[in-house]
């Protein structure tokens, strides 16, 4: 499946990751945590392909473990004690459930990062905040690319040093560690260099001068004007859902979660909408596939329509022919 979402204009795309990173970023509830991570993880699998999405997931899991563990070991805060450790510190059950939602929290931002990357490309950040702050925005969009761009090359200069026997995998261990040296002092050499032409080609351009004008392809509308409305109304709803209390939740020092009990009809609605927002990129590319099937099918139908009418008309001719 094709994101869709993707071809909107670049003030929806970076509107829409903003919001959701700030409210996975500080929405430690429950219920909030779970929807912000379910929804990350469809959109990567849109966007990068399920079998990426599900290895980026699995590798992420011991973020979960590693922060689980060591916040109970430094912070003690909690009523609940489980039990002590050898150096008398209690560990308490507080401690250990915001250790679980704080790796849930990081898990959760680098995969909606992972989908900024594929979305938010250069062009768009650049025409966003180029008029703005152009010096900025440049190295901004930079040093969004520099992984992406740093992992491509890598590749290509270790397959060079295969192919003359000096790859990381020939050799003693002394030797490898050299091999890796000569391939790391290569990658420095090349983005330095890359940086060099990139500053000497913005500059000859004119980029950041006072007065100077940029092409762009990206125009407002009508379908990013719904799209904005939509995304306003739900967001406005889920506003309102948490200035009421149905997202507080509290670690310290006991575990106080509002709206799971009882499960009102405001915090089911606030839930609802969040979940909404969040899948929203998943929604429109959904919408978008349907009607692409809808249309297939319909001129499936048409060509079917047309086969059957010039079969039709050969029957009658030969009809015609064979009274005549």
């Known amino acids: 499946m094709e994101d869709s979402f993707s071809g909107y204009h670049p003030v929806i795309n970076f509107g829409y990751f903003v919001v959701v990173l700030v409210f996975s970023m500080f929405m430690l509830h429950p219920v909030f945590l779970a929807v912000s991570l379910f929804s990350a993880f469809v959109y990567s699998g849109i966007l990068k392909g399920w079998p990426k999405a599900l290895k980026s997931a699995l590798l992420y899991l ?33 401690s250990i459930v915001y250790g679980i939602f704080m790796g849930v929290t990081l898990i959760t931002v680098f995969i909606w990062f992972s989908c900024y990357s594929k979305v938010m490309t250069s062009d768009k950040f650049i025409f966003l905040f180029g008029r703005v702050i ?23 200069i270790s397959n060079g040093q295969k192919c003359i026997g000096r790859d990381l995998s020939n050799g003693s261990i002394i030797q490898r560690a050299r091999h890796g040296v000569t391939i790391l002092s290569i990658m420095i050499t090349w983005a330095l260099e890359n940086a060099i032409e990139t500053a000497d080609s913005m500059k000859a351009r004119g980029y950041g001068l006072k007065g100077r004008t940029a092409f762009s392809i990206y125009r407002f509308d009508r379908r990013d004007t719904v799209a904005s409305v939509v995304m306003l109304a739900v967001l406005a709803c889920v506003v309102a859902g948490v200035y009421q209390g149905f997202a507080f939740a509290q670690y310290n020092p006991q575990i106080k979660i509002s709206g799971l009990q009882p499960l009102s009809l405001g915090s089911l609605l606030t839930y609802v909408f969040y979940f909404i927002f969040c899948m929203m990129p998943v929604i429109i590319d959904g919408v978008a596939e349907f009607k692409w099937w809808w249309l297939k099918r319909q001129i499936s139908e048409a060509e079917a329509d047309m086969q059957n009418e010039t079969e039709d008309r050969g029957i009658r001719v030969a009809q015609k022919i064979k009274e005549a």
């Open 62 to 94: 011991p973020v979960i473990i590693i922060v689980m563990l060591m916040n109970p070991l430094f912070n003690h805060y909690g009523v609940t004690i489980l039990f002590y450790l050898y150096n008398g510190n209690p560990v308490t059950l507080e």
């Open 134 to 156: 152009p010096a900025l925005s440049l190295i901004l969009s930079m040093v969004l690319r520099f992984v992406p761009k740093f992992i491509a090359q890598i590749k290509v």
